[in-house]
């Protein structure tokens, strides 16, 4: 966690010059004359002058008592910008998660299983075009066959006149309703990648001795796969938390560009063009902790569905 | 579907040498296999495993099946559930169950051909663990490594009887302990990781034997598993069988085993049946060449090589060259990266052993017992943790090996050389022979590349390996070729200790021979020594002067190999040689077994 | 060793009477009268790692498609000059959103006589003076033809040869044609398409050799000495790993200045993408040596008195270039989408320098998209390249190691 705060914040500091010299520079263009001694004192308040770890632990210990300090673009505390970015993007990764797993699970049990016919086939084609298109494509195809098919447009999370609402049932189902777009687009190339890693698993152990020995037991064959070789099988899947949940966040920031999600996505693009740093450190210390939290619980469940784990 | 086939069905072909009928003059067969056969269809056609086959079983006794690796013997036990793998499949033949002749169903004609069921049926899936249970060879990955062995040995009672949960655990324990497996209640809700290998085997015949089948077929139970403990679980289906009147379909490779436990034998080779018939009668007489030669490798096995004698005679044992004195060797002992002490495993415990010149010592112990790793440290692969390895150098100097570095135990690497056991990960795969048996010498750097080519073709010749061999690439050999090739490369920069570390291991009993006799035709001819590791007591009878038994990490006993076989003084080697099987049936049953345990 | 299906130590792939049975008996089979001298004669025996490789992915259909099509896309690459038709950054502005056309072999003269000569019809631009909305109409009676190596505009071919001669031109000097279309500026989108293959497919090349590096050195650092400090390498490669890629690229390329000249940025942009690639074949480098350690033939080496240096360079690393070559072809395609997206974005590459991503910039906002589909031309092109590619990949793995008994 240490490291990926001062990963985050190396990352935010890196740009030479810093926010004012920007915002100085959107001055001198539009014609206004810059005060030197009012940057400086903007400079000093700010701590812009001080040595790069003392930026740094003032800043985290900022981050500690729940202050991730201000926006300079906004004027706003940094704190009240993202808490509802950063609710909806867990909310898209987890449903897209969710969306992941009940797609590919199953598909990749009846490819393994039922390996070379036709569906194994077709799912694999899937898969690998799946695996090759970026996520801003599909999703910008998307909205040329919604727009130009359809008429109708695709982008945001909610109907303009729920925009601003404040959260009520209503709202809610308005979110449901536009929420399973962004989740096709993620989810796509997750699970296209989570049939593969199913159906190579599960063909390495479906023909192992114990699987024989469950047969010879009289077990009944979908019976017996669900059991056994599944049981085991599945122990990537779990990791797939730890790894899936960073590749979605990831790949959640270019979608939600495109389609102008109001996820944490956009703002943060929009941060870092600006050299909004605080803004952007607070972006990019979330979500990569997000990750770390996806693969601690990976791992957790790792160790509860799997005693060869739990025992060492 | 109709899962009853006619009961008057059309005899197939006589089986000789087979008893239909018990002594009250009843007809006690039970399974029948006739003509089987079995194919396994890959890109490059269609090859039958097995051949022809035709076998019975009786209630009561048990059938061995031997032969050699790819005999076909283990693909032949699962056709009978039809339980084999993609892409094989049963191609002909019928299967015949008779549950009318078997104790628990006996009354009314009920006949079934395994075969006419479609593999997925519930018609043979209600067979499967009821009428015809298996176990299997690999006791570690036969069985669940997520699952309890209570759950795993109950789903065999709940798939075929109506019982409640409370039920299944009263009959799940009680199997349990009727396997001897120790403390009952808590094993129930253990994972197989948890047990050793013997345990583990018993659990799966306690699954087994669930719901008291009539066939119990047993592929190579005891082939993964020590000695002693194969005794163990050999006493234990005899026992069972014994009680229940179960017929027994024994598949193994082990001569020993079959002279154990078999009532009859039928010997596979290729895929086909080469002969059947009573244990007495085969072992006493075998028909068929094959069975014949199986037999004699066996038993010329199990005594000192005349050979090797006469090589004593003409050529006195020297002084000791290989002292090991005091070796010990903990595994990952130390700190850890924390810091924190770390108490290691100690594998070797003070060894105390010489080899003398010109004689062949051998290491026999089971798995774990430390012999590998002590060869190991012998050879300096491994860093010794306390003790010296003193090595008489050619011209009299004596070193010790132990605290050398890499760099200053080139010399002796080369005076001391290694035959591995697995022929396959020994040898690169991506060198041909020539690379491979000229490596020591390109790397010496002392003859020219002409000089070491004909070097290479004097060893290809001395293994006896054709001059052709040199440009092939590894994949192109057999084990016991491979072998040879590992023996020339060990050879080429004229050692004069050779380790080897279950050379023969990894061969078929027949190949066993070849290959001890070629090396010590090389012993004679190039004045070697050598240290022969191994768990097989028959080979090192063959092949060693001398023999220290190893246990837990200790030499628990050494001497003169005959001494020591015949007059054990410790109690653990008397029950090692107590537990190997003799290949002779008629000596069964006159050896009193003895169990060590440890009473420190 | 054994075969990865069959556990069953029975089963053989044996087949009597067929070459490659007798003559190349499994070698498990070995029984008793199997004389050392009897060696088979397949051709096989003799084939070093390379030419089993190549016999086993030979058979993989697909991936010898993606390889064709992998070869293809770095030719075009190479030879952008050549194949462009047009200088990618010459703007027309009577061809703003000029749509496709269709190249025709077949010339219809009015009197119904033909010839074969290559042209597409011209198309003529109408502005509705409302809407100011441009429509363009097929003109059948006037047709562009169009020269094979005819004399284009001039060039340097890779910047030193100067050349005239392009794959495709028109007679007419003056005329234009768009097959793929031409963006808002009236740029030929073939030409720019054609030159971001080059940049797109090379930033891929580069940035895996840069991981390549990273990835031998720290895994191989990793695996060989193994103890504490393969511990913290681990760590790291462990941190890196559950980072999200994408806001760790788009952070660091947002710190490049924004003055760099492209060249500079370019390589800059590759250093990005490698820094977060490099673990996966630094994983797959440290696995492959720890196995290997413990192989027999690696500790058979040792004795036979090789130099550490000699062990891992001619005994271990022949195990591993396969393995390493395959992942290093399965990383490429992870290393263009991710240029593409970040292009795609702004804080990639950016004009002048021509990628796919960025020419997909050009496709980001709805109206253009509605009005200009064939900016999806460049999305095709990444989707094409990105699907060889693991095609090429997963039949290089699989072909990998030829000592492993497949089953399919």
Redo the contacts between chains.
């Keep these: 966690m240490f490291a990926v705060s001062l990963i985050a914040f190396a990352l935010i500091t890196a740009p030479p010059g810093d926010y004012l010299t920007s915002f100085a520079a959107t001055l001198a263009q539009s014609g206004d004359v810059v005060d030197e001694a009012r940057l400086d004192a903007l400079r000093e308040r700010y701590g812009f002058d001080q040595p790069f770890i003392v930026q740094y632990f003032r800043w985290i210990g900022g981050v500690l008592q729940g202050d991730f300090g201000i926006s300079f673009e906004w004027q706003q505390p940094v704190g009240q910008l993202i808490w509802e970015r950063m609710a909806l993007s867990v909310t898209l990764a987890l449903a897209t998660l969710m969306f992941t797993w009940a797609l590919a699970l199953p598909i990749g049990i009846y490819s393994a299983v039922r390996k070379y016919s036709i569906g194994d086939y077709v799912a694999t084609t899937i898969g690998f075009i799946g695996l090759a298109t970026p996520n801003f494509l599909f999703a910008l195809v998307l909205m040329y066959v919604a727009v130009v098919y359809f008429g109708s447009d695709v982008s945001g999370l909610f109907s303009e006149g729920y925009q601003d609402a404040p959260w009520s049932w209503a709202k809610f189902g308005d979110l449901l309703s536009h929420i399973w777009i962004p989740v096709i687009i993620l989810g796509t190339s997750a699970t296209a990648s989570l049939v593969r890693i199913m159906r190579a698993n599960l063909l390495d152990e479906l023909y192992r001795p114990y699987v024989t020995t469950a047969r010879a037991k009289g077990l009944s064959e979908w019976r017996l796969i669900l059991k056994y070789p599944v049981r085991i099988a599945i122990n990537p899947f779990i990791s797939t938390i730890g790894w899936a949940f960073p590749q979605l966040i990831s790949g959640a920031v270019i979608t939600a560009f495109v389609l102008s999600l109001p996820t944490s996505g956009p703002l943060m693009l929009q941060a870092l063009l600006a050299q909004d740093m605080y803004l952007a450190g607070a972006f990019i210390l979330l979500l990569c902790c997000l990750s770390i939290v996806g693969m601690l619980v990976s791992d957790i469940l790792l160790a509860l569905i799997d005693p060869r784990i739990r025992f060492q | 579907m109709d899962s009853t086939a006619p009961s008057t069905m059309p005899r197939g072909a006589p089986i000789p040498n087979t008893r239909d009928h018990d002594n009250k003059g009843r007809d006690t067969t039970v399974l029948e296999i006739r003509n089987l056969s079995t194919e ?1 269809v ?1 890109k ?2 269609a ?1 039958r ?1 097995v051949d022809d086959v035709s076998l019975e079983l009786h209630a009561g006794k048990t059938l061995c099946v031997v032969g ?8 032949m036990s ?1 056709s009978i ?1 039809q ?1 084999v ?1 993609p ?2 499949r049963v191609a002909a033949g019928q299967v015949l169950l008779h549950r009318h002749r078997t104790a628990r169903d006996a009354g009314i004609e009920d006949t079934v051909d395994l075969l006419q069921l479609s593999p ?1 049926s ?1 018609a043979i ?6 009428d015809i ?2 176990i ?3 006791p570690m ?7 309890r062995i209570g759950d795993q040995v109950g ?2 009672i709940r ?2 009887e109506r019982v409640s949960k409370k039920e299944m655990r009263e009959r799940t324990l009680e199997l349990l302990r009727k396997v001897e497996i120790p403390n009952p209640g808590k094993a129930i809700d253990q ?1 197989p ?2 047990f050793s290998g013997g345990m583990r085997q018993r659990a ?1 015949i306690a ?1 087994a034997l669930a719901c008291n089948p009539t066939v119990l077929i047993a592929d190579e139970p005891t082939t993964a598993l020590d000695v002693t403990i194969q005794a163990e679980i050999l006493d234990l289906i005899r026992s069972i069988q014994d009680e229940s009147d179960m017929a027994v379909l024994f598949i193994t490779h082990d001569m020993g085993v079959v002279a154990e436990i078999a009532d009859e034998i039928a010997v596979m ?2 895929g086909k049946v080469v002969e059947t018939g009573d244990v007495y009668d085969i072992f006493e007489a075998p028909q068929h060449p ?1 069975t014949q ?2 037999l004699n ?1 066996v038993k010329e096995l199990d005594q000192p090589s005349e050979r090797r004698l006469a090589m004593r005679q003409a050529r006195p044992v020297g002084a000791p060259c290989l002292v090991s004195d005091g070796v010990t060797k903990v595994f990952g002992a130390g700190k850890n ?1 924390r810091g924190r002490e770390a108490r290691g495993l100690l594998a070797v415990d003070r060894a105390d052993l010489e080899l003398r010149k010109g004689e062949n010592l051998g290491i026999v112990g089971e798995s774990g017992s430390g012999k590998t790793t002590l060869g190991r440290c012998l ?1 300096r ?1 491994y860093d010794v943790t306390a003790g010296h390895v003193l090595y008489t150098a050619e011209d009299g100097r004596e070193l010790d090996l132990a605290p050398m570095t ?1 760099n200053q135990l ?1 010399g002796p ?2 005076d001391i ?2 035959v ?12 041909t022979i020539g690379q491979i048996i000229a ?2 010498l390109v ?2 750097g002392k003859l020219t590349a002409p000089e070491i080519r004909d070097r290479v073709f004097e060893l290809l010749e001395l ?4 001059d ?2 040199y ?3 590894p ?8 072998q ?1 090739v590992s023996i020339a ?1 060990a050879i080429a920069p004229n050692p004069r200790i050779i380790i080897a570390d279950e050379a023969t291991s990894a ?2 009993v ?2 066993r021979t ?1 290959i001890l006799d070629l090396l010590l035709d090389l012993q004679e001819r190039l004045d070697l020594s050598f240290i022969l590791i191994s768990h097989d007591i028959a080979v090192i009878r063959y092949f060693c002067d001398r023999i220290a038994v190893m246990y837990r990490g200790r030499i628990v006993e050494a001497g003169d190999t005959e001494e020591v076989c015949r007059n054990p003084a410790h109690d653990y080697t008397r029950s090692l040689l107590s537990a190997v099987p003799v290949a002779d049936p008629r000596m069964r049953g006159q050896k009193q077994r003895v169990r060590y345990t440890e009473t420190t | 060793m054994t075969s990865k299906i069959y556990s069953d130590p029975d089963v053989t792939m044996v087949e009597p009477g067929k070459l490659g049975a007798a003559a190349h008996p499994d070698p498990r089979t070995a029984t008793a009268n199997d004389d050392p001298r009897a060696l088979g004669q397949a051709p096989e025996d003799f084939a070093s790692q390379w030419k089993l490789i190549w016999i086993s992915f030979r058979k993989h259909k697909l991936a010898m498609t993606g390889l064709i099509i992998v070869v293809l896309f770095y030719l075009i690459g190479a030879f952008a000059e050549f194949l462009a038709p047009f200088d990618p950054n010459a703007s027309s502005a009577p061809d703003i959103y000029h749509p496709p056309q269709m190249i025709h072999f077949i010339d219809r003269a009015p009197d119904g006589g033909w010839s074969i000569n290559p042209h597409v019809n011209f198309l003529t631009a109408e502005r509705d003076p409302f809407t100011l909305a441009t429509t363009f109409t097929e003109d059948p009676d006037r047709k562009i033809y169009l020269d094979f190596f005819g004399k284009g505009d001039p060039y340097r071919l890779w910047g030193l040869i100067p050349m005239e001669r392009r794959l495709l031109t028109t007679e007419n000097p003056d005329e234009m044609f768009f097959l793929f279309g031409a963006d808002r500026l009236g740029r030929d989108m073939l030409s720019r398409t054609i030159y971001g293959t080059r940049i797109s497919m090379s930033i891929g090349l580069i940035g895996v050799s840069l991981s390549l590096v990273l990835g031998l050195i720290l895994g191989g650092i990793s695996g060989y000495f193994g103890g504490r400090t393969d511990m913290f390498i681990q760590r790291v490669v462990e941190l890196v790993i559950s980072l999200p890629t994408i806001p760790i690229w788009l952070g660091l390329s947002a710190a490049l200045p924004q003055d760099w000249s492209p060249l500079t940025r370019y390589f800059a942009i590759t250093v990005i993408l490698s820094l977060v690639a490099w673990t996966e074949l630094a994983r797959v480098v440290r696995g492959k040596f720890l196995t290997l350690r413990t192989e027999d033939f690696v500790t058979a080496a040792r004795l036979d008195g090789c130099s550490r240096g000699r062990v891992i360079f001619r005994h271990m690393m022949p195990s591993m270039v396969s393995h390493i070559i395959a992942s290093v072809t399965l990383a490429i395609p992870v290393m263009i989408i991710a240029e593409t997206s970040l292009s795609f974005l702004g804080l990639g590459l950016t004009p002048p320098i021509i990628s796919w991503g960025v020419l997909l910039k050009e496709a980001q906002n709805i109206r253009s998209i509605a009005q200009a589909p064939w900016l999806f031309v460049p999305g095709a092109a990444v989707c094409l390249a990105v699907l060889a590619l693991n095609f090429l990949g997963d039949g290089l793995r699989d072909a990998a190691d030829p000592y492993v008994q497949d089953n399919d």
Excluded: C
């Excluded at chain 2, 899936?125 to 009821?130: I, P, S």
């Excluded at chain 2, 591995?420 to 060198?431: A, G, H």
């Excluded at chain 2, 293994?463 to 054709?466: A, E, I, Q, T």
């Design positions: 396994f890959t490059r056609g090859f495993a050699e690796s790819g005999s076909g013997k283990s693909v699962r559930l339980i793998d892409p094989g997925t519930k899936r209600n067979l499967r663990g009821r249970a298996m299997f060879q690999e990955s036969s069985l669940s490594p997520v699952h789903e065999a798939l075929h994972f990781f948890e799966m699954m080779r290729y094959y030669r199986l490798s990266w050879q692969v890499e080139a690497w080369r050389r290694t591995f056991q697995d022929p396959f990960s020994s040898l690169n795969p991506r060198m490596e020591p790397v010496a293994v006896g390996l054709p052709t061999a440009m092939r690439y994949h192109a050999f057999s084990g016991g070729q491979r040879r490369r061969l078929d027949s190949l070849q």
